[in-house]
Every structure is written in structure tokens, then in C-alpha cells.
């Protein structure tokens, strides 16, 4: 079994910031792709920022250059560092990761997070 234990979430001022953890635990045998998406009551979920396994990082319009992601290998753990925050920002930011587990090598399967709510507000 593999699990996302997101943390981090909570409630913060217009131009506040904020960092979300997301840690994956498991019998995992490699991961691909890490990435946050977000959604909002009555909408789709959207992409937010996505990571490879060797770093290179991509970003929606929405959070370019006020979020930054990142990853730590060793800890099977992705970050999303989000700065400049505004209203439009509040949502449940959802985690995701691509993994191959120890059971099944050679098959990817995808993981979510259980979700955290960033609400920004004065």
C-alpha cells in the first residue's frame, strides 16, 4: 500500500505565504512525476506545479513565480512553497505522484494526497 500524507494547509493574509508537504510512504520502489493540483467547491480540478524525478519543475500561469516546487528524494517528499498568496489562491490542494511500487515493477500507478485547505483572507 502506498499513502500521500499531505500537511500544511491552513488559513493565511493576502501576501502571506505558505509551504505544503506532501510524503509518500509505502512499499515504493521508485517515483516518477510529483505535482500539486488544487480545486474549488463546483469546480474541476486544476494543475498547480509538477516536478520530474531529476528536478526540472513546471508551473500554471496561475503560480508562476509565486510558487515554487521542489522535491527531497530521500524522503520520498514534494513541497509546494507558495508566496504572494491571494484570495483567488484559497482552494484544497491536492498532491499527486506517479509510483512504482515494490510489488508491481514496471507498472506506474497515480497517488493522491487527501487533500489541504489553503484559505486566503484578512
Known amino acids: 500500500q502506498v499513502q500521500l500524507v499531505e500537511s500544511g494547509g491552513g488559513l493565511v493574509h493576502p501576501g502571506g505565504s505558505l509551504t505544503l508537504s506532501c510524503a509518500a510512504s509505502?512499499?515504493?520502489?521508485?517515483?516518477?512525476?510529483m505535482g500539486w493540483y488544487r480545486q474549488v467547491p463546483e469546480k474541476q480540478r486544476e494543475w498547480v506545479a509538477g516536478i520530474s524525478s531529476g528536478g526540472s519543475t513546471s508551473y500554471a500561469d496561475s503560480g508562476m513565480g509565486r510558487f515554487t516546487i521542489s522535491r527531497d528524494n530521500a524522503k520520498n517528499t514534494v513541497y509546494l512553497q507558495m508566496s504572494s498568496l491571494k484570495p483567488e489562491d484559497t482552494a484544497v490542494y491536492y498532491c499527486?505522484?506517479?509510483?512504482?511500487?515494490?510489488?508491481?515493477?514496471?507498472?506506474?500507478?497515480?497517488?493522491w494526497g487527501q487533500g489541504s485547505q489553503v484559505t486566503v483572507s484578512s
Open positions: 499527486h505522484a506517479v509510483i512504482q511500487t515494490s510489488r508491481e515493477r514496471g507498472i506506474f500507478r497515480s497517488y
Open positions: 509505502g512499499s515504493i520502489f521508485s517515483i516518477n512525476a
